[in-house]
C-alpha cells in the first residue's frame, strides 16, 4: 500500500475514533445532568402504620395480626411497613406521579444522598388511601412530630410489657 491510500483510511479512523469518544463524553454528561434531578419521596413508617390500623378498625382494611416486638418497631421505631403498603401497591405509582417524585422509599432507608438528590415528604399523600380520620390525623401529626425511637428505647418498652 503506498502512503497516499494509508493516510486517508487512517484519518477516518481516527475521526471516527474521536467521534465516538466525544459522543460517550456527551451521553454520560447528558447521564450525569438526568440524575442530579432524581426527585425521591419519603415517608414516615410510623405514619403508614397507625393509618393503616385506623382503617383496619374502621373495616377498610383487613385486619392484620403482628407481634408486639413488631408493632413497637412500626409505631415508635423505624419498622418496616411494606406489609400495610401492598394494600395500596395500585395507589403508589398514581401518588409519584402526583407529588412529582421518580421514587418513594421509608425515610429511614436514606443513609445518604447527594445535595443534588431532591427529598420531598410524602407522607400526607401515601396515607390517604387509608382514609384517615381528623381524629386519626390528629394522632399520626402527634407521633410524626415526635422523634423517632431509639433501638435501646423500643427494647426497654418491649421487654417493660406496657401495652401500647
Do not use: C
Not at 15 to 21: D, P
Not at 65 to 92: M, W
Amino acid at each position: 500500500m503506498t502512503a497516499k491510500r494509508i493516510l486517508p483510511g487512517a484519518l477516518v479512523a481516527g475521526v471516527m475514533l474521536a467521534g465516538s469518544v466525544l459522543l460517550g463524553i456527551g451521553a454520560k454528561e447528558e447521564k450525569t445532568e438526568k440524575l442530579s434531578q432524581v426527585i425521591i419521596g419519603t415517608f414516615d413508617s410510623r405514619a403508614v402504620m397507625l393509618a393503616y390500623g385506623s382503617a383496619s378498625r374502621a373495616g377498610r382494611m383487613p385486619h392484620i395480626e403482628v407481634s408486639k416486638p413488631i408493632a413497637f418497631r412500626q409505631g415508635f421505631g423505624k419498622g418496616d411497613v411494606s406489609e400495610y403498603l401492598d394494600h395500596i401497591r395500585d395507589e403508589i405509582p398514581k401518588i409519584a406521579q402526583k407529588t412529582g417524585v421518580d421514587v418513594i422509599v421509608s425515610k429511614w432507608a436514606i443513609e445518604y444522598h447527594d445535595p443534588n438528590v431532591i427529598l420531598v415528604d410524602v407522607t400526607e399523600a401515601l396515607i390517604q388511601p387509608f382514609e384517615p380520620t381528623e381524629e386519626d390525623l390528629e394522632i399520626i401529626h402527634d407521633v410524626m412530630a415526635a422523634p423517632v425511637g431509639s433501638e435501646k428505647e423500643i427494647r426497654e418498652l418491649e421487654e417493660s410489657g406496657k401495652e401500647i
